[in-house]
């Protein structure tokens, strides 16, 4: 490589960890999701993701005004052919505190799953389980995950399109039980970011082989239709995910989350009337044109 082409190079990672940087810390500002003393347990997977949201808080870590530890911890599911000294080596390098907990899972969804069936529920199920143990053993008073703003819009859909339900995948979720706090950091930033990161950084991405080549997997397709929304309507996929920051209860039709029963001339609602009037729709996607701004990185 060329002198001048590995300034770019440089220069271009450079301005794409600030970008990633200001979004996972407007993300952890906004949700309250790291505070005094933490200490968080990051899930390393292997992929792209998990390791972008492990290098971002690291690189966090060192300026944030807030003191707080951070640790990785790795399932290894007992996939065969699964690369196993990767990881350890690759946290080995970082010099961060780390735990690999061995699990056959693999056995078990394979059993439990027919050929050919969807395997990520079961496997995800069994997964959460083990990583709340864990993180219990080891004191985590956190969980980081590496969903990122893709993972949201996509999960939202499905839940519409599958499920019936006006729901996604929240930034901040604590656990059933009352015992775990989960974070994802990296909700505001986009996938193809954390991609172009992860290459350019030559993390050893391990790829996820459990559930073979179900290509017909329902995420698949709204990830297809998101990415084709995404070349021919671009701004779409900003606007959905900004759609999801500015809910309006009183212009649905849930009545667990707005009382229209008791609806009448003397209730006072501030959400707007705009039952007859025809919608104002901007010229510029909204979201669009605050995310291509260039502004400071946002600090802890």
Known sequence: MSHSAEAKAKYNLNKLQK????????????????????????????????YTLLDILQNLQRSAPVNFELFAINLDQKQPGFPEHILPEYLESLGIEFKIVEEDTY?????????GKTTCSLCSRL??????????????????????????????????FYGG???????????????????????????????KYAEAKEFPIIPCNLCGSQENLQRKHIKAMLNEWD????????????????VVPSHLADPSIFNFAELNKDSQINEGD???????????PVGLEIDEQDVNVIQL
């Open 19 to 50: 970008r990633l940087r200001r979004f996972t810390g407007q993300a952890i500002a906004d949700f309250n999701m790291i505070e005094e003393g933490d200490r968080i347990m990051v899930c390393l997977s292997g992929g792209k993701d998990s």
């Open 107 to 115: 056995s078990i969804v394979k059993d439990k799953i027919p050929e």
């Open 127 to 160: 997964r959460r389980g083990i990583l709340y143990r864990t993180a219990k053993e080891m004191g985590a008073t956190k969980i980081a995950l590496g969903h990122h703003r893709d993972d949201m819009i996509e999960t939202m859909f499905l839940n519409m």
């Open 165 to 195: 339900k006006l729901k996604g995948m929240p930034a901040k979720l604590l656990s059933d039980d009352g015992q775990h706090m989960v974070i994802r950091p990296l909700a505001y930033c986009k996938e193809k970011d954390i991609t």
């Open 231 to 246: 070349k021919t309507h671009p701004g779409r996929v900003e606007t959905i995910f900004t759609s999801m920051q500015n």
């Open 274 to 284: 705009i039952a007859l009037d025809k919608p104002d729709v901007p010229a510029v």
